[in-house]
C-alpha cells in the first residue's frame, strides 16, 4: 500500500513540478485514472515519469478565484519573463499595441508566437489581428466554464506536436462525460471606491442518451474599466519631466518654437493647468499620458459550446464545439497633431490669435511670433504661425471577435493497436471600428484654413473665392478657442472611423496508430505512428483611410493611427513517430520524431530523446533534449506593409550612436515601415530538462527541474542593424521617402544638400556620414539638443532573422500535508530562478543580460498554506516577485537629472524596482452536496505597485498590479 501511495505522490508531485497557485488546494482523490499525457501521442503508457508537467485541475480553477483563462495563467512562474503574456491592459488603438480585448500565455518569455495551444491535444485558429507581427492564440477566446483541466509543459514539444512549441505547449482539456447540472456565478470588484466590477455567470449540463454522452455549456462575462486616475499613485506621473510638448486642444495649444521670435516654445495665455518648465528655461502648457491611459479596459463575452460521445458498432466517436465572442474597446493616448507631410508644427491662420487680443487692438502674443507665409491645399497663400497639440479624446477602437471551433474523431482498435482520426475545423473573425479620436488630416488641415465643407469634402480656389461642390464652406476650426460648441462641431466634421476586418482559419486532419510494438528485455516497447495535415488561412485587411500607400508617399489618411495589411495561406504535412522502451526495471527511454513540410519555406525534422532512472519507489529522475521550430507566422509571411514604429538601441551600437543619438546610449523610436519577407528561415531551438522528483514519505514532495533553451533564428526588425549597413551602404540611404520596392532609412531632405569633403551627398557611394553631419551641423545650426543626422520618416525595414537568445533556469516545488484529526493542513512553495537569459542586441554582436532587467525578474515564487475540512477550505498564499533594474536607459536627460535630484539612482546610476510580495486569502464552505460558497481577497494588505519610472505609468502592468486589494464572491449549485 505504502508502494501505491508513494507513486501516486510522486507522479502528483512530477505532474505539478511549479503548480504554485493551486496544487496544494487539490483534494485527495483515490482513484486515479491514466490518461494520455500532454507531450505524448501514447495511450495507456506510464509516461509521467519523463515529462515536467504542471496541472491544473477542476478543483484548483474553481479555487483560484479566477475569472478568464489568463487571469489563471498569469501569476505561474512558467509565465513570467518579458511582455511576451499580456493581457488586454496592454492593449491600445495603434498598430504597437496589442489587439482590444484579446490575451496570450508565454512559456518563459520566449514570447507567445513560440507557445503551442491546444484544445484537447488539437490546434485553435490563432488571432488574425496579430501582436506586432507575432500570431498567437487568444486566451481569452477559450471559455473557461468548458476547461476540465489544463496541461502546461515548458519545454520544447516539436517533436510531436510539431511548429510553435518551441518553449512548450498549453493544452486545455475539456469536460467529458459530465452528467448532471452546475450553475456558477460570481461577482467581483476591488475596495476602492470606483467601480472595476467583474460578473459572470456560466452554466454546464450533461446527460446520458442511450450509450452516448452530451455536455453542453454557457457563459457570459462582463468586465467594467479600470483607468490610471482611478488611484492617487497613478493619476499622477511618476516624474514631472515626463511630459510631452503637445498638450490636448482642450488644455490649449503650445505656439511652435519655430515661430517664436527668441525660439523657445510659447504656451498659450488660457492653459488650464500649471505651466512647467523645459529644460531650456521655456514655460509651455505640458501633457502627461496618465489622464488617459486604461489600466484594463472594458470587456464583455458569451460563450457556448458541447461535447458529444458515443459508441457506433466498437468505435468510439467523439465530437466537440465551442462558439465565443467578445466585445471589448481599447484606448492610446489622444492623436499628435502634425502637418499634412507629418513635419512636425502644422500651421494654422493667425486669425486663431485673434481671441487675445487686448482692448486697445494689441497683441501681446502676436507681437511674439513670426508671422509667415504658407500654402494651403487649395492653393491660396495665406499667413499664420506652428502650433503644438494632441486632439482631446484618446484614439479609441471598438473590437468584436467571434471564434468557433469544431472537432470530430473516431477511434477503436485493430488487434491489440488502437487508432484515432479527426478532423478540425477552427476560426477566428474580428472586426474593428475607431470609434473616437482619430481624424482625417486633410479635413483637419482644411478645417483650421477654413477650406472644410459640411460634407467633409475640400473647398476648391478659384483665385478669388472658395467654392464648395456640395454642402457649405463651415467656418475655420480655431484650435485656441475653448468651450465654443459650433468651433468643435467643426472639428468633428474631421472625425474619421477606419476599420479593420480580419480572419484566420485552420483545417486539419490527423491519424495515429498506437500500441505494443516490441519486447525488450521481457518488458513491453510502445510505440505510436501518425500523419497530419494542415492547411492555415489569415488575412488582416485595414480600410484604405487607415493604409500607407506609395502613390501618397506612405501618408496615411488619419493621424497617428497605423495599420498592417497581411493576407497569407499555407498547407503543411507531417509524419511522426514516438517510441518507449524499458531497458529495465527502474530505467525507461522515450524517442521521438517528427518531420514536417510547409509549402512555403520547405521542411524540417525535429527529434527529441528522453530518460526516467526510478531508482527507489520514491525518486524519479529524468531528463530530455529536444529540438523545436516555428515557421514564419502567416502574418510574417504575408505582411505587406505595416506601419508602426521601429526602435533602434544607441547603447548597442557607437558607430550609430556617434551619427544619431549624439554619442549617447539611449534608445529612439521612429515611425517605421515594416515589410515581409519570404526569404524568412524559421526559428530553431535546442532545449534540455534535467530533473527529479521525490517523495520522502506519502505527505511529502519535492520537485526540481533544470531547463534550458538556444532559441536562435529569432524573427524581428532591426532597425539599428539597418543603420550600421547604412553607413557603407549607399542603397539604404535616401533623402525623403523610401522609393517603392526599396528598402533602407529615409533621411530629411536637408542632408542633400550638404556634402562631405569630397563633395558626395548622402545617397552617394562613399560618402562620408560624420562629416556629411559636421556640414549639417555648420549649414543649418540645429538646437543643442539636436546634433545629429535628422531622419525623416516612414523607414523601410524588412523582418529578418535578427539573432539568437539563451536562457536557463530552475523549476522547483515543496509541499508537505499535515493529517490532522479536524483535516488537512498543506503548506507549499514553489518557483522559478532564472540561471540565464541572454539576447544579442539588435545590431550589435554583443549579448545583453536580461536576467534582473527590466520586466525580467531573476525569481518568482508562490507560497500557501491550505486547511482543508470535510464541509470547508482556507487558503493563506503569497505571490513574490524579486528585483530588477528600471528601464531608465531611454528616458531624457532632463528626467535623469530628476531621478539624480531625487535621490533614487544607485552608484550606478541605476534605478533598482523594488521586490513585490502580495497575499491572498480564500475560503470555501460546502453548504451541502449541491451547494457551494467561496470567498477570495487578492492582495489583502491593498500593497500598492513598486514604482518603476522607465515607464508612464509608473508602474510595470505585466509583473505587478495597481488595482490594489479586491475581492470575489462565487456561489456553485450543482443538481
Same mark, same amino acid.
Given at each position: ?5 508513494? +507513486? ?9 513540478? &511549479?503548480?504554485?497557485? =493551486? ?84 512559456? @518563459? ?54 511548429? *510553435? ?12 462525460? $459530465?452528467?448532471?447540472?452546475? +450553475? ?48 492617487? =499613485?497613478?493619476?499622477?506621473?511618476? !516624474? &514631472? ?37 523645459? %529644460? ?15 489600466? *484594463? ?68 502674443? /502676436? ?8 500654402? #494651403? ?27 468557433? @471551433? ?16 479527426? &478532423? ?41 473665392? /472658395? ?6 464652406? /463651415? ?61 492555415? %488561412? ?42 518507449? +522502451? ?6 525507461? !527511454?522515450?524517442?521521438?520524431?517528427? =518531420? ?19 531508482? #527507489? ?74 530533473? $527529479? ?18 532559441? %536562435? ?11 550600421? @549597413?547604412?553607413? #557603407? ?19 530629411? %531632405? ?5 556634402? *562631405? #569633403?569630397?563633395?558626395?551627398? +548622402? ?16 549649414? $543649418?545650426?540645429?538646437?543643442? *539638443? ?33 493529517? !490532522? ?29 536580461? &536576467? ?23 487558503? /493563506? ?14 528616458? @531624457? ?54 514604482? !518603476? ?25 450543482? $443538481?
Amino acid at each position: 500500500m505504502f508502494r501505491q501511495l508513494t +507513486i501516486a505522490a510522486t507522479v502528483s508531485a512530477l505532474l505539478s513540478p &511549479v503548480t504554485c497557485v =493551486y496544487a496544494q488546494e487539490t483534494q485527495t482523490d483515490t482513484n486515479i485514472e491514466r490518461v494520455e499525457v500532454t507531450g505524448s501521442r501514447l495511450k495507456g503508457v506510464d509516461l509521467e515519469g519523463t515529462i515536467p508537467l504542471t496541472v491544473l485541475d477542476q478543483d484548483a480553477i474553481k479555487r483560484s478565484g479566477a475569472n478568464t483563462i489568463h487571469e489563471l495563467l498569469k501569476d505561474l512562474s512558467v509565465f513570467k519573463g518579458g511582455s511576451g503574456t499580456f493581457s488586454t491592459s496592454e492593449s491600445g488603438g495603434t498598430s504597437t499595441s496589442t489587439p482590444a480585448g484579446q490575451s496570450a500565455a508565454s512559456l @518563459r518569455g520566449m514570447g507567445p508566437s513560440a507557445t503551442l495551444t491546444l484544445i484537447n491535444g488539437r490546434r485553435v485558429a490563432p488571432s488574425s489581428f496579430a501582436a506586432g507581427t507575432e500570431n498567437f492564440v487568444d486566451v481569452n477566446s477559450i471559455p473557461l466554464a468548458a476547461i476540465e483541466r489544463i496541461d502546461i509543459l515548458a519545454t520544447g514539444a516539436s517533436a510531436v506536436y510539431g511548429a *510553435d512549441a518551441v518553449a512548450g505547449v498549453i493544452n486545455y482539456i475539456l469536460k467529458d462525460d $459530465f452528467e448532471g447540472a452546475e +450553475i456558477n456565478t460570481s461577482f467581483a470588484d476591488s475596495f476602492d471606491q470606483h467601480d472595476e466590477s467583474k460578473k459572470q455567470l456560466n452554466l454546464v449540463y450533461g446527460t446520458k442518451i442511450g450509450e452516448s454522452n452530451l455536455t453542453v455549456f454557457a457563459d457570459i462575462y462582463d468586465r467594467n474599466a479600470f483607468k490610471a486616475t482611478d488611484r492617487d =499613485y497613478t493619476a499622477s506621473p511618476s !516624474l &514631472v519631466n515626463g511630459y510631452s510638448y503637445l498638450p490636448k486642444l482642450e488644455n490649449s495649444p503650445n505656439i511652435y518654437y519655430f515661430s517664436s521670435r527668441d525660439g523657445n516654445e510659447l504656451p498659450s495665455p488660457n492653459c488650464k493647468t500649471e505651466l512647467v518648465t523645459t %529644460e531650456f528655461g521655456e514655460q509651455i502648457c505640458a501633457y502627461y499620458p496618465n489622464q488617459d491611459d486604461y489600466l *484594463d479596459t472594458p470587456f464583455e463575452s458569451l460563450s457556448t459550446g458541447f461535447m458529444f460521445n458515443s459508441e457506433l458498432g466498437g468505435l468510439q466517436w467523439h465530437t466537440d464545439f465551442f462558439y465565443s465572442q467578445t466585445k471589448a474597446k481599447a484606448y492610446s493616448s489622444p492623436s499628435p497633431i502634425n502637418q499634412i507631410n507629418d513635419d512636425d508644427g502644422p500651421y494654422i491662420l493667425e486669425d486663431a490669435l485673434f481671441i487675445y487680443d487686448n482692448a486697445d487692438g494689441s497683441n501681446d502674443l /502676436l507681437d511674439q511670433l513670426y508671422i509667415d507665409p504658407f500654402d #494651403t491645399q487649395s492653393g491660396r497663400e495665406v499667413y499664420g504661425f506652428g502650433f503644438d497639440a494632441r486632439f482631446n479624446a484618446p484614439r479609441t477602437v471598438e473590437v468584436e471577435t467571434k471564434n468557433f @471551433r469544431l472537432v470530430s474523431s473516431l477511434s477503436g482498435e485493430i488487434g491489440d493497436w488502437g487508432w484515432e482520426s479527426g &478532423v478540425t475545423l477552427s476560426r477566428s473573425r474580428s472586426e474593428q471600428e475607431a470609434i473616437a479620436g482619430v481624424y482625417n488630416r486633410y479635413q483637419f488641415h482644411g478645417a483650421i484654413t477654413g477650406e472644410l465643407c459640411s460634407d467633409g469634402t475640400l473647398a476648391s480656389f478659384d483665385g478669388t473665392d /472658395l467654392n464648395c461642390a456640395s454642402g457649405e464652406l /463651415l467656418p475655420f476650426y480655431n484650435p485656441f478657442l475653448q468651450g465654443d460648441a459650433a468651433n468643435d462641431a467643426v472639428l468633428a466634421t474631421a472625425q474619421a472611423r477606419p476599420t479593420r476586418s480580419g480572419e484566420s482559419t485552420v483545417y486539419g486532419w490527423d491519424a495515429n496508430f498506437n500500441g505494443e510494438l516490441f519486447t525488450f528485455n521481457d518488458l513491453p516497447a510502445y510505440a505510436s505512428f501518425g500523419v497530419e495535415a494542415r492547411r492555415e %488561412e489569415l488575412s488582416d485587411i485595414p480600410s484604405l483611410n487607415s493604409q500607407a500607400q506609395a502613390g501618397n508617399d506612405y501618408l496615411v489618411d488619419v493621424f497617428g493611427f497605423g495599420s498592417s495589411l497581411s493576407e497569407a495561406d499555407r498547407t503543411q504535412y507531417a509524419a511522426f513517430a514516438e517510441l518507449s +522502451i524499458s531497458l529495465s526495471e527502474q530505467v525507461e !527511454l522515450q524517442a521521438a520524431g517528427r =518531420y514536417d513540410h510547409y509549402d512555403d519555406f520547405g521542411g524540417t525534422f525535429n527529434p527529441k530523446i528522453g530518460l526516467s532512472y526510478r531508482p #527507489t519507489d520514491s525518486l524519479i529522475v529524468r531528463g530530455s533534449w529536444s529540438t523545436s521550430f516555428r515557421a514564419p507566422s502567416l502574418t510574417q509571411a504575408g505582411v505587406k506593409l505595416r506601419t508602426t514604429q521601429s526602435t533602434f538601441d544607441c547603447g548597442a551600437n557607437q558607430a550609430v550612436a556617434d551619427l544619431y543619438c549624439m554619442s549617447d546610449g539611449t534608445q529612439v523610436s521612429v515611425n517605421s515601415l515594416e515589410l515581409g519577407n519570404p526569404n524568412l528561415n524559421a526559428e530553431e531551438s535546442e532545449a534540455i530538462s534535467v530533473g $527529479f522528483a521525490w517523495s520522502p514519505s506519502a505527505n511529502t514532495n519535492l520537485t526540481l527541474d533544470y531547463w534550458q533553451f538556444d532559441h %536562435e533564428e529569432v524573427i524581428d526588425t532591426n532597425m539599428t542593424a539597418v543603420l550600421d @549597413r547604412a553607413i #557603407t551602404d549607399a542603397s539604404l540611404r535616401h533623402c525623403g521617402i523610401v522609393p517603392p520596392g526599396e528598402q533602407g532609412i529615409s533621411y530629411d %531632405e536637408a542632408l542633400c544638400d550638404v556634402t *562631405d #569633403t569630397s563633395g558626395l551627398n +548622402i545617397e552617394q557611394d562613399g560618402a562620408n556620414l560624420t562629416e556629411i553631419l559636421a556640414s549639417y551641423i555648420d549649414e $543649418f545650426n540645429p538646437r543643442d *539638443d539636436e546634433l545629429f543626422l535628422p531622419l525623416f520618416r516612414d523607414h523601410a525595414i524588412p523582418l529578418e532573422n535578427t539573432g539568437t537568445q539563451t536562457l536557463a533556469g530552475i523549476d522547483f516545488k515543496f509541499d508537505h500535508r499535515f493529517r !490532522l484529526s479536524g483535516g488537512d493542513l498543506t503548506f507549499a512553495f514553489d518557483g522559478t530562478h532564472y540561471l540565464e537569459f541572454e539576447r544579442n542586441k539588435p545590431g550589435s554582436d554583443s549579448l545583453e543580460k536580461l &536576467v534582473g532587467t527590466y520586466r525580467y525578474p531573476e525569481n518568482i515564487a508562490r507560497m500557501s498554506i491550505d486547511w482543508e475540512a470535510q464541509s470547508y477550505y482556507l487558503n /493563506l498564499g503569497a505571490n513574490y516577485t524579486s528585483s530588477y533594474e528600471d528601464d531608465i536607459e531611454g528616458l @531624457r536627460g532632463r528626467e535623469i537629472d530628476e531621478l539624480d535630484s531625487l535621490g533614487v539612482l544607485d552608484s550606478k546610476g541605476e534605478h533598482q524596482v523594488d521586490d513585490w510580495l502580495v497575499w491572498d486569502l480564500s475560503a470555501g464552505y460546502y453548504v451541502n452536496k449541491s451547494l457551494t460558497l467561496r470567498a477570495r481577497i487578492n492582495n489583502i494588505f491593498d500593497k500598492q505597485p513598486p514604482t !518603476l519610472y522607465g515607464s508612464s505609468r509608473g508602474f510595470d502592468s505585466i509583473n505587478h498590479n495597481a488595482l490594489g486589494a479586491n475581492y470575489k464572491l462565487s456561489i456553485s449549485y450543482r $443538481f
